[in-house]
T-cell receptor, first 116, second 111 residues
Framework: GAVVSQHPSRVICKSGTSVKIECRSLDFQATTMFWYRQFPKQSLMLMATSNEGSKATYEQGVEKDKFLINHASLTLSTLTVTSAHPEDSSFYIC????????????FGPGTRLTVT | GENVEQHPSTLSVQEGDSAVIKCTYSDSASNYFPWYKQELGKGPQLIIDIRSNVGEKKDQRIAVTLNKTAKHFSLHITETQPEDSAVYFCAGGRGDDKIIFGKGTRLHILP
């Protein structure tokens, strides 16, 4: 089946620094990727929709200048958390839309971000 | 936009019994309804999905039903086993567009 990877799986950074998270579709091309954030014991909240070669579409309440998304190729999307603060600590999960023939979204394993 | 409600938030079932989780959605344009299982510290795993052109789908011990008129869909797990313990999320939307998640159901399988 289709595989989506994320790197890193865990990251700890200091308050005020930036951190980049990569999402890759390993065996298929994804024109659309999605970024979610999940706080402990809560559901996945969609942050943004990323289309290859165009600007991401952010959900209401998500700061686009803080969460920079780049989808430079059909297999890679990156999320950069800029000037991270402790309240940004969360589990960040990406998904990639596989298109034909599955028409499914495939999820990555997630990245645990801790801001100290 | 789409809004997905999920019940119950917690469910305890004796091993071997059946578990049912129910969801409702608001957007009649939604046509894709996946169910995910999430284990601690991992990303969600698709366990079954259903599209709006069918009313029921089954895969071994797992089945999903969809009532488009009432805008609700349900997950049924039969002959539950300890490894079924996890958090289950329903979602709704279009497969090529964003999908909105329910709040999740924590399923406990009791020995």
């Amino acid at each position: 089946g289709a595989v989506v990877s994320q790197h890193p799986s865990r990251v700890i950074c200091k308050s005020g620094t930036s951190v980049k998270i990569e999402c890759r579709s390993l065996d298929f091309q994804a024109t659309t990727m999605f970024w979610y954030r999940q706080f402990p014991k809560q559901s996945l909240m969609l942050m943004a929709t990323s289309n290859e070669g165009s600007k991401a579409t952010y959900e209401q309440g998500v700061e686009k200048d803080k969460f920079l998304i780049n989808h430079a190729s059909l297999t890679l999307s990156t999320l950069t958390v800029t000037s991270a603060h402790p309240e940004d600590s969360s589990f960040y999960i990406c998904s990639a839309y596989g298109g034909y023939p599955s028409y499914e979204q495939y999820f990555g394993p997630g990245t645990r971000l801790t801001v100290t | 936009g789409e809004n997905v409600e999920q019940h119950p938030s917690t469910l305890s079932v004796q091993e071997g019994d059946s578990a049912v989780i129910k969801c409702t959605y608001s957007d009649s344009a939604s046509n894709y309804f996946p169910w995910y299982k999430q284990e601690l510290g991992k990303g969600p795993q698709l366990i079954i999905d259903i599209r709006s052109n069918v009313g029921e789908k089954k895969d071994q011990r797992i089945a999903v039903t969809l009532n488009k008129t009432a805008k609700h869909f349900s997950l049924h797990i039969t002959e539950t086993q300890p490894e079924d313990s996890a958090v289950y999320f329903c979602a709704g939307g279009r497969g090529d567009d964003k999908i909105i998640f329910g709040k999740g159901t924590r399923l406990h399988i009791l020995p």
